[in-house]
């Protein structure tokens, strides 16, 4: 009997052990100085699973059977480590990583990077956040729980065509590389994220630098900069695929591959992507679509890296925004594309009122290791873009096409109703250059850069009522660009002991802008223009103790006028270059389980040009210099940590954003009916206003629950004080104020053979506020009464994303 006991107890033990599950957990460190190394891939051969160390090189990898496993960890620029190791209990490893001499791509992006002891507001997101959020909006939408952030969708869902605005400095003022290359359109100095769908699923790591940042390349940083590395080296095969579908009719289908390191030297990366959506605002409707790929070379002293990325987007117009008075009674109103009949009346909508446009990227990145300390980095690009956007015009003069009015059975005919197509068709090439130099306690970047844009701007009638006019494309203006943009500059980071540290940094940048032809009013445009800009940064950071820093830096900036500024003014009228000097004051405090980072700022402008309501010789809306204007203001960002259950993230800017003495414009309509009926405009000075788009609060929160490994559910909020639309601090033109809230959930399970199983929902709006993010405003007097036309962007109500990630 006892030993019947004995062998049932041995049973269930056995029983109990086979069903046991244990966990492998330890730290990647260089083995050289014993730092953690985040972002190193620790494999178990026998599975398939694949995790990745966090922060301190720390992982884990859960629920695993007793048994045998070979353990693997890769870190590039580092000697591989493996070892077996049996499971019966937890295991905890120590995996010291010899470095190698084998250069990281990495080096590609050091020279244009803010590094931690950098005396500059930033910040940072890694994979793993861009990964969380990325459920199909465009990239904007990732970067808005970032501190001073706002965001825009025309057609109200965050796909299709969207803005983003730091500090109130929109994506013209906003300096964005990819790779170190300059991404705004040269001309119009905007960016347009919608000409690259879907490009979160490339990127690894997003710096966000608010104020004037660093030198870097293309467009100024005029108040920001965004700087997007797109996908690390991963050195096992993959492939992933990623599919999410919601409101509006959503659907994202993206897929991700990579061969791995192949012969140690070499790797080939991809990516796929289809995004559609109907959008939230009538016939809003996005068909995008991109592609990736990337080859690399990896040396003992060299890494040589060719991308290719393109995108073309489809899209409906919802640019026009919809009257003020529509927002309570039809939300969703979209006038684009309107067909009238000569009564006024309308007769339907024109279908093909989109925006078609494709956009190519072709850079090659060379790495050479001169030492363990220095390298250089020789980066050569190519852009392509082409595309148009087709309007349907309703009951146009003959004559504003540069055409001749037609007589039928005997009656002149002046206008016309037509279809007509605007395009643009541009290349943009050049080659940047870094030398970098890492002895510790010293850190010096030289950089130059030039680049070329050629530009062309033309226009087609492409269809007539007239079939005189509409058997032929008929091209009624034609314009060109030419911009070439150069610079040279050096930086230093000089460590005096571990507490304190100066950076220095000088940039020169030289532009020489010829415009030529015709614009679409049929007025020639040729001129040209030549600026040398000195831009000087210096600052200084002191780490107090492991716990708290202090930082301070002043930086100027310069920007040129793009080319509708120069288009729009009148002959003989002089538009002024910008300049800001940018004041950062920061505290840092970190300890176990709170962070707290606060910094004021002052951006002090000479000569910003704003929209004042002042028109041109042709009625068109001008931007015109105002000498005085500031920001000025706090940012704070706090994060919790609570038994390693709960984080909770805050951020919070209260600024206030002033033109120091403006003056309005007002049109006089019964100006244009009699010419006697003067003045032109009314004008009236208004003094100390608020800039336009510019909220005094910003504020977000997003308070994430982990109640188990691998399952998250964090509720994101986000408040954007009052907006005025324009700059006469008017409340009648502005947006109201808004609070909206976001729900998320976001599970990971390791399935065998698969390093990865994901789940994501997001329901956004969940309390269905209404709201608008953006507007434009247009004031005139007729008959000693004052009138408007507006049109506001409505954002969608509550909707939904969900999505399924399997990555092998």
Do not use: C
């Amino acid at each position: 009997m006892k030993k019947k006991n004995i062998l049932t107890f041995l049973s269930l033990l056995f029983t109990l052990s086979a069903f046991a599950q244990y966990q492998i957990s330890g730290t990647v460190t260089n083995k050289d100085n014993g730092e953690g190394l985040p972002g190193a891939n620790i494999s178990l051969k026998e599975t398939g699973i694949v995790v990745v160390s966090g922060e301190n090189g720390f992982f884990s990898v859960n629920d695993l059977k007793p048994g045998t496993y070979t353990v693997k960890a890769d870190y590039i620029g580092f000697v591989s480590w493996e070892k077996k190791v049996t499971v019966h209990t937890d295991v905890q490893l120590d995996m010291q990583l010899e470095p190698r001499v084998f250069l990281a791509e990495e080096v590609i992006i050091t020279a244009t990077k803010a590094h931690e002891k950098t005396p500059l507001t930033f910040t940072n997101l890694d994979e793993d956040q861009i990964n969380r959020e990325n459920t199909g909006k465009d990239l904007p939408y990732l970067l808005s729980s970032s501190p001073s952030t706002v965001v825009t969708s025309d057609a109200g869902t965050g796909v299709g065509y969207t803005g983003i605005r730091i500090r109130g400095t929109d994506l013209t003022g906003i300096n964005v590389t990819l790779n170190g290359v300059p991404v705004n359109d040269a001309e119009s100095q905007n960016v347009f994220f919608v000409d690259l769908p879907d490009l979160a699923s490339s990127a690894d790591e997003i710096q966000i630098q608010r104020g004037v940042g660093t030198s870097s390349n293309g467009a100024a940083s005029f108040g920001a900069s965004i700087n997007i590395k797109t996908d690390k080296f991963m050195p096992h095969v993959y492939l992933e695929l990623n599919n999410a579908a919601g409101s509006f009719g959503t659907i994202k289908n993206t897929m991700k591959f990579g061969s791995g390191l192949i012969k140690g030297k070499f790797s080939i990366d991809g990516r796929l992507s289809f995004l559609n959506s109907k959008g939230f605002v009538d016939r809003a409707t996005a068909r995008m679509k991109s592609m990736y790929l990337a080859s690399a070379f990896y040396g003992k002293k060299d890494v040589v890296k060719l991308i290719y990325l393109h995108g073309t987007e489809k899209t409906y117009q919802a640019w026009y925004g919809i009257p003020k008075d529509s927002l309570e009674t039809n939300r969703t109103y979209n006038p684009a594309g309107s067909i009238y009949d000569t009564g006024g009346n309308l007769l339907g909508y024109y279908d093909n009122q989109i925006d078609n446009y494709e956009q190519t990227y072709l850079q090659l990145h060379y790495a050479h290791q001169f030492s363990d300390r220095t390298n250089l980095i020789t980066t050569v690009f190519y852009t392509k873009g082409k595309g148009y956007y087709e309007n349907y015009k309703n009951h146009k003069k003959f004559s504003d096409y540069g055409m001749n009015d037609t007589v039928i059975g005997g009656d002149t005919i002046t206008r016309i109703s037509l279809i007509e197509q605007k395009w643009l068709d541009n290349d943009f090439y050049g080659i940047n250059m870094y030398l970098n130099y890492d002895a510790g306690n010293l850190r010096l970047n030289f950089g130059a850069g030039w680049n070329q844009y050629l530009g062309d701007h033309y226009g087609k009638v492409i269809w007539a009522q007239i079939a005189r006019y509409g058997d032929y494309d008929r091209e009624w203006y034609s314009g060109t660009g030419n911009k070439m943009d150069m610079n040279i500059f050096a930086k230093a980071n000089y460590a005096f002991n571990k507490h304190i540290s100066l950076f220095a940094d000088i940039q020169l940048r030289a532009i020489h802008y010829k415009i030529g032809g015709t614009d679409d009013n049929l007025k020639d445009v040729t001129q040209q223009h030549t600026y040398t800009f000195f831009n000087p940064k210096a600052g200084v950071f002191y780490q107090v103790n492991k716990q708290h820093k202090l930082y301070f830096s002043a930086a100027v900036a310069h920007r040129e006028p793009n080319r509708s500024v120069f288009l729009d003014a009148d002959p003989g009228q002089e538009v002024k270059q910008e300049r800001l000097i940018d004041y950062e004051l920061g505290y840092g405090l970190q300890t176990t389980l709170f962070s707290l980072d606060a910094n004021l700022f002052y951006m002090d402008y000479k000569n910003q040009l704003v929209l004042t309501g002042k028109i041109n010789n042709v009625g068109a809306p001008i931007m015109t210099n105002v000498s005085d204007s500031y920001r000025a203001g706090i940012e704070m960002v706090a994060g919790f940590s609570l038994f390693k259950i709960v984080d909770w993230n805050l951020n919070a800017t209260f600024s206030q954003n002033k033109i120091s003495d403006f003056t309005e414009y007002v049109d006089n309509w019964n100006y244009w009916d009699d010419p006697e009926n003067e003045p032109y405009q009314y004008e009236k000075n208004l003094g100390r206003t608020d800039i336009s788009f510019s909220p005094d609060w910003v504020a977000g929160s997003n308070l994430g629950v982990t109640p188990f490994k691998g399952f998250t559910v964090a509720l994101v909020t986000s408040y954007v004080g009052r907006q005025y639309i324009d700059n006469t601090s008017n409340s009648e033109r502005s947006l109201d104020p808004y609070l909206v809230n976001n729900l998320r959930f976001f599970y990971k399970i390791h399935v065998k053979h698969m390093r990865s199983l994901e789940f994501l929902l997001s329901l956004n709006n969940i309390f269905n506020e209404q709201y608008e993010t953006n507007a434009w405003v247009y004031r005139y007097v007729y008959d000693g009464t004052e009138g408007e036309l507006n049109g506001y962007f409505p954002q969608a109500g509550f909707n939904f994303m969900a999505g399924i990630n399997l990555k092998f």
